[in-house]
């Protein structure tokens, strides 16, 4: 079960959104290579990666644990594409928004289940 993680719906869409995120920053100007884009590129493959590990760990708190660093990321993310947008790199924001939004649904609904888990005496990956 050592990919079990890749079965969420989180992850999914979450790994949507980097992939939506790689795919638009085409338009960027060069300048923005190691500013801009280098920020949203580490940040959007961030989420999916902290929900991954946060899955890996064997307790509820170490997984609430990560997944608190993927919500921290996913609103770094919509700041950085918030500014990229009125710097008017991005032209159309409504697909990346939404994807966006749903991942946030998810994370927030993963984190109260995994409370409810910690506050029981079990271990998430038995």
Known sequence: ????????????EARKLAILCYR????????????LISQITRTAVSIPANIAEGYSRK???????????????LFELE???EISF???YFTEMTTIGKQLESTIK?????????????????TLNQ
């Open 79 to 81: 700041t950085l594409l």
């Open 1 to 12: 079960m050592a990919n079990a993680y890749k079965s969420l719906v989180v992850w999914q």
């Open 86 to 88: 009125e710097l008017r």
């Open 24 to 35: 638009n920053l085409g338009s960027f100007p060069k300048r923005e290579q190691f500013g």
């Open 59 to 73: 307790s509820p708190k170490d997984m609430a644990h990560f997944l608190d660093i993927a919500i921290g990321s």
């Open 106 to 122: 998810l994370l927030y609904g993963l984190k109260r289940s995994v409370k409810t888990l910690n506050s029981k005496p079990s």
